[in-house]
């Protein structure tokens, strides 16, 4: 928010005093004078007093509080004006300039400074090095101006004795990319070069040189330190000051160098200047009528400087050479006309040193490889920093020409902001009481118009042939203008005492009434210089020195030649100052206007009179009137819309009102600033500054909101951009997969399709490789098919394969992996003792076996024998012997093959627990029991004889255990353990290479079965 001064400040812009009076004007401006303020607005003019003191208001901090700040946000400042300025250059692409004014002493180069220092400041954000670069350079072409163009005089320690304006070309992005830089008239025609007033100095660049120039340059250029030895800087080298010239000659010296000065430019800079001074001390004499320098050895010094011949100095000085007709003639100077021909040439050369060095700074700094169609438009601010109205006891040609100068820039001003103003509103049909203001027109008129003003009329003198005199100069103007209002003389009104006969005119300045003495306006209006010396500089180096041959380019012509007059002195400053004028007025005008409180540099004294007397000349009372009865802002109604339609429901985004103009209207009456406004044609008009301020205040707050809104908007298309992409993903994933899925499954359709014809029901078939989620499903299928084609094999088996079928699945389940040859692949008949089916065991007492067998089923009642072999046994006492085994479905029976099958003790099936076997190949078997008394047999005599058929028993009773529900452990272990009536102990297997069938033997921890071995 707007950091505003306290009212006791004073009031920071003379619109909003109470009454528009001089004396509240002076009161305000004083008040802040003595508070430390010492800027001021109306409007936007910054009104500024010279402080006399270092102000704490410049630095780094300050300019980042003004930086794109609106002017009335901060109090008045000129870094407000140069950012406003700046702005209006960059928003609208308008070419600006910022015009300042006031008299000697009042701070204009100090508030020029100030300026360029805040654009230098704000601009190139990226620091490019190029535009850093420019930058540097017009900063420091400042310091070199100065050393030439400045001076102390009585009111200032450094007075610009010249007028500058620098233009600063912007690219489009609003970086200084270049200048150029116009000096008016030095002062006087340069006679400070050749005298100063007491208490002044010459230009600081001959102390600079004396005080700070190394030595051994001194001792080439033939001087010496002190400034008091030079006639023309006499005066002025005897006084004490607080500039430090030996440093200030480092920094120019340094300043040229990054400027771009070469090392031989600067030679000559100082072979000029010394030559000035050497000049200055050349004395003239007579020898009978004959005119020579006294004092020939400065004649070789020159020479020597201006590296040219010693004659050509020395005949230059004392002769003239003149064109009568074809012949050509010398003529000899008196020794007058030779001193006024020395100090013009010393003059003179000073002049165009000054403008050579100018010219030298704008061919460096001015934009280069610059092309429109590619960077954009080029936009410019302009720095006007000119002297201010002048009126001293004696004014002469120069008070003229100066005074002249601000009747233009009044006129200007008047133009863009009192006359123009007032058209607008009566344009725009704004109902305007018209503020009277005078109307400067007619001086400028006075002085500039042709054949008939003052510029005409002294320049018309001049022309005449003959002698020519001050006093006819005056005489015209009493001719010509004798009824002109502003103008008067002693001839034109007698009774006023104060002009004197023969020698004062008076004008009646629009800031007051100036009396100027016309000594000496013939003189300094004429190109005095004698033509003799141009052709000297001009031929002087012999080409050993372009830069002083430059300088004088009409040296060029021949003496016949010379002929056309040279333009005079009010002639080149009159066409300046219109070019100037026309310059200024096709940009946008800013105004600093300067005033300087007192005239002895104090930062307490505040002279009302003198300050009183700079406000009225100045206009500013007459400014504060017309912008306080105006209107701050004015804007045609689609740009006003265009910037402001965000503030208003009824405009945003776009209004249906009939007309841009209703539009507007209802805005404002919106925002409650009806009264503060009025409705032209085309434009809408905002009388106070307050009203704009709180418009862009409520635009800044509403830009957020609409960003905000911008950026949630984008945020949202964003999002549903990325989700509808995701989407478009999935939908693609998800068909991709049923695809997967599908064609898996049509895969796996398509092999198996015909699997119930194939032989092997589809055994050998491949599976396809399922996709991922597929592999559960996968391994289910192969179950389910697994299930299936198991179910395909043995439905069709009769009740006995398929007993035969689960005792080979138990056998598999048991024993796979443990031991080989199952004999699955076989059929399994169980019981082998009898004498059934191909194979028989016992063929010869099969017979008897089946006897036995048969009672025994009688007897035991069982329903099935499961298994019966031929085995061998070991008994209770250790030693093995052969017996028949039969198992029947409720008992294991031990029969006696040599007793006809004797049936000997039996084991109840429910008394067996477990089976061991070994993992080898013999037919070793330990049936476990509950009572310890575990049954070790080998079965043997099997036919045929390699027959394995421990798979099949161990199948079997497993199979049948589990029909009944019960367990049965099977143990594969070698060597096997075993409980003999109660005692633990091991069966080992070991194959003997003599044994021809498997038989036991005791060993110590058991027994050892023999295996027949190879
Ligand atoms: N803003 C300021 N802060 C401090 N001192 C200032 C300021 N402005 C001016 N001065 C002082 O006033 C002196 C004169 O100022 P400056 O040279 O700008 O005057 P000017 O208007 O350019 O005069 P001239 O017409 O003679 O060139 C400066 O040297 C400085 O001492
Ligand atoms: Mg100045």
């Keep these: 928010m707007a950091e505003h001064e306290s009212l006791e400040f004073g009031k920071a812009d003379f ?46 901090d300050t300019v980042e509080q003004y930086k794109g700040r609106e002017l009335y946000e901060r109090p008045p400042h000129l870094f407000a004006i140069a950012d406003a300025a700046y702005k209006a ?62 001076a102390k005089t009585n009111r200032n320690d450094n007075s610009s004795r010249f007028g500058k304006y620098m233009d600063i070309n912007f690219d489009f992005k609003g970086d200084p990319i270049g200048g150029h830089i116009n000096n008016y008239l030095l002062e006087k025609k340069q006679s400070r070069v050749i005298f100063q007033q007491e208490g002044e100095r010459s230009f600081h660049s001959f102390y ?133 021909g020395r100090d013009a040439l010393a003059k003179a050369m000073y002049e165009r040193l000054f403008c ?148 004062d005119f008076r004008i009646r300045h ?9 000594v000496g306006f013939i003189d300094k209006n004429k190109d005095t210089l004698f033509q003799d010396f141009k052709r000297l500089l001009y031929n002087s180096p012999h080409s050993s020195n372009p830069v002083l041959k430059g300088m004088w380019p009409e040296g060029k012509l021949r003496i016949t030649e010379v002929t056309k007059r040279p333009l005079t002195a009010a002639t080149i400053f009159k066409n300046s100052m ?101 409705y032209g044609k085309t434009k809408v008009f905002i009388r106070t500054p307050r009203t704009l301020f709180s418009l862009e205040e409520q635009r800044a707050e509403m830009v957020k909101r609409i960003v905000v809104f911008l950026q949630k908007v984008w945020r949202g298309t964003l999002a549903r951009m990325r989700y509808r992409r995701m989407r478009a993903a999935l939908i693609i994933l998800r068909a991709y997969r049923r695809y997967k899925v599908k064609s898996y499954i049509r895969e796996v359709n398509r092999r198996f399709k015909n699997v119930r014809s194939m032989k092997d029901h589809g055994r050998h078939v491949k599976w396809p490789t399922p996709p991922k989620v597929l592999r559960k499903f996968e391994e289910a299928m192969k179950s389910i098919y697994n299930r299936w084609w198991a179910w395909t094999l043995i439905k069709g088996l009769s009740p006995e394969e398929t007993l035969q079928v689960r005792a080979k699945v138990a056998s598999l389940e048991a024993l796979k992996g443990h031991r080989a040859d199952l004999g699955l692949q076989r059929a399994w008949e169980g019981n082998y003792v009898l004498c059934f089916g191909q194979k028989r065991d016992n063929p010869d007492t099969a017979s008897s076996f089946t006897l036995v ?89 099997m036919v045929p004889a390699n027959e394995s058929r421990i798979g099949e028993l161990v199948g079997t009773l497993l199979s049948h255990f589990k029909s009944e529900k019960r367990k049965l452990q099977v143990n594969i272990t070698s060597p096997i353990q075993c409980s003999m009536n109660g005692r633990k102990c091991t069966v080992v297997v070991e194959p003997k290479i003599n044994q021809s069938h498997p038989d036991f033997t005791k060993s110590r921890a058991g027994y050892i079965l023999a295996v027949p071995g190879n």
């Excluded at 004078?33 to 102000?55: D, Q």
């Excluded at 004014?101 to 230098?120: D, R, V």
């Excluded at 030298?360 to 936009?379: F, L, S, W």
């Excluded at 629009?510 to 016309?518: E, F, N």
């Design 510 to 518: 629009y800031a007051g009434d100036v009396a100027y003495s016309v």
């Design 578 to 678: 219109i070019s100037l004028v026309e310059n200024l007025a096709s940009k946008e005008p800013y105004y600093v206007r300067c005033i300087k409180p007192n005239d002895v540099k104090s930062p307490l004294l505040f002279e009302p009179e003198r300050c009183r007397h700079q406000v009225e000349y100045l206009g500013l009372l007459e400014n504060v009137r017309v912008r306080r009865a105006g209107f701050a802002y004015r804007q045609t109604y689609p740009r006003f819309l265009q910037r402001y339609k965000m503030i208003s429901e009824f405009t945003w985004p776009n209004h249906d009102l009939p007309s841009d103009k209703d539009a507007v209207k209802k805005l404002l009456q919106g925002c409650k600033f009806d009264h503060d406004v009025a």
């Design 208 to 340: 600079q040189l004396l005080k700070g120039g190394p030595d051994s340059l001194l001792r080439s250029l033939h001087i010496q330190k002190d400034p008091t030895a030079y006639n023309y800087i006499k005066v002025g080298g005897q006084i004490k000051s607080g500039i430090n010239d030996s440093a200030d000659f480092k920094a120019v010296a340094d300043a040229m160098k990054v400027i771009g000065f070469t090392v031989d430019e600067i030679q000559t800079v100082y072979k000029i200047l010394a030559t000035i001074l050497h000049l200055g001390n050349l004395t003239f004499g007579v020898d009978g009528d004959v005119t020579l320098i006294e004092n020939t050895k400065l004649v070789s010094v020159i020479r020597e400087l201006l590296s040219t011949k010693e004659e050509n100095v020395e005949k230059a000085l004392l002769y003239r050479t003149v064109a009568t007709g074809r012949d050509v003639i010398e003529k000899q100077h008196t020794t007058q006309e030779a001193s006024y």
């Design 89 to 150: 250059m960059k928003r609208r692409n308008k070419d600006t300039c910022i015009v300042i004014s006031g008299e000697s002493g009042a701070g204009k180069t100090e508030a020029s400074k100030y300026i360029m220092q805040y654009i230098a400041a704000i601009t190139n954000p990226n620091q490019r090095a190029e535009v850093e670069r420019v930058k540097n350079m017009l900063l420091k072409s400042n310091c070199v101006l100065e050393a030439f163009g400045n």
């Design 853 to 941: 067998s048969s009672e025994l089923q009688r007897k035991d009642k069982f329903m099935r024998v499961l298994f019966s072999c031929n085995v061998r046994k070991i008994n209770r006492f250790h030693k093995a012997e052969d017996r028949a085994l039969l198992i029947s479905d409720r008992h294991l029976y031990k029969m006696d093959p040599l007793k006809q099958y004797k049936p000997m003790k039996s084991i109840p099936l429910y008394n067996v627990t477990g089976l061991s076997v070994s993992p080898g190949k013999d037919q070793l078997v330990v049936f476990h029991t509950k009572d310890s008394r575990d049954l070790v047999v080998c079965l043997q005599r």
């Design 15 to 60: 619109v909003l005093l109470d009454n528009v009076s001089m004396e509240e004007f002076m009161a305000n401006l004083k008040l802040r004078f003595e508070k430390g303020r010492i800027y001021t607005y109306i409007g936007e003019v910054v009104v500024s007093v010279n402080p006399y003191r270092a102000m704490n208001i410049y630095s780094r």
């Design 356 to 503: 050579w060095i100018v010219g030298r700074i704008n061919d460096i700094i001015e934009v280069k490889n610059y092309d429109a169609r590619v960077h954009g438009k080029n936009t410019v601010i302009g720095v006007l920093d000119i002297y201010g109205f002048e009126i001293f006891q004696n004014n002469s040609f120069e008070q003229f020409c100066i005074n002249y100068c601000n009747e233009k820039l009044q006129q200007l001003f008047i133009q863009l902001v009192l006359k123009q103003e007032q058209e607008e509103y009566q344009r725009e049909g704004i109902p305007w009481k018209h503020i009277d203001y005078f109307n400067n027109q007619i001086i400028v008129d006075l002085v500039e118009q042709q054949h008939k003003g003052i510029f005409s009329v002294l320049d018309e003198a001049c022309m005449n042939v003959g002698k020519v005199t001050d006093e006819v100069f005056l005489q015209g103007l009493n001719v010509k203008l004798v009824k002109h209002a502003h103008f008067t003389s002693r001839k034109l009104s007698p009774t006023d005492k104060s002009l004197e006969f023969d020698r």
